[in-house]
């Protein structure tokens, strides 16, 4: 494999676009040559041994795109894909020892993008990350695109242009930064239990500071204060207990054209 990595560098040595790599692979030395490999090209790499430090990394990273091994001590990588779709849609490029259909097909099934059979060409695993994050990127420029101006729901409304949200009775409501982010979260995750961890990982993928960190049961319990201050419809934010948070509202979305 090592050939494999100069050869490829040989060829194109100009970096690629930049993005942050998680490698979860149990080998050490196919962690330390995927990561040298795809530094080359301008990337940054965080490596991972198992699913539980894979999670410690994306509960205090903002992770682009994820290198996931299917056979994994503990939890495989099929069982933490399918966990990751719950919350994430991170891209996530499968790599397998076997080559045999029924294993592609349970990692594709199982919510990755792509998929790499071991052992692999460093050639070819460059040109799925690329080609994953190109298709990642272009499905987020066309949210963008379509991108909602306000939000409705039981008779509050949000205007996520000017970062306002107004009561059911037309008062408008004085909510913080990271009040606002946070109740973004709950209404694009409607009806849907939201654990802590998920919460904020939807708040760094929202900004770049980390308005929550640590703060974020005081800022539900401030948000929800106001929220219930000013309700017709009882409790919109419901303690979920040993799971997390469930925003119970239906949601209305007007949507405009981009600024």
Known sequence: MDGGLEATRAMNPAPDDHGHILVVDDDPQIRLLVARFLQRYGYQVTGAPDGRVMMDVLAH???D???LDLMLPGRSGVELCR???VTSQI???MLTARNEESDRIMGLEGGADDYVTKPFSPRELLARVRAVLRRSRAARGSVEARRVEAINFDGWRMDLRRRE???PGG???DLSTGEFDLLVAFVEHANRVLSREA???FAKARTSDDP???TIDVQISRLRRKLEADASGGQLIKTVRGAGYIFTSSIARREGQPA
Do not use: G
Request: glycine share 0%; aromatic share 4%.
């Open 199 to 201: 919460l904020l990982q």
């Open 91 to 93: 891209p996530i490029v």
């Open 65 to 67: 795109l994820i290198v």
């Open 171 to 173: 008062m408008l409501i």
């Open 165 to 167: 949200l107004v009561s």
């Open 212 to 214: 929550f960190d640590r």
């Open 61 to 63: 990273a903002a992770i």
């Open 83 to 85: 966990d990751l779709r």
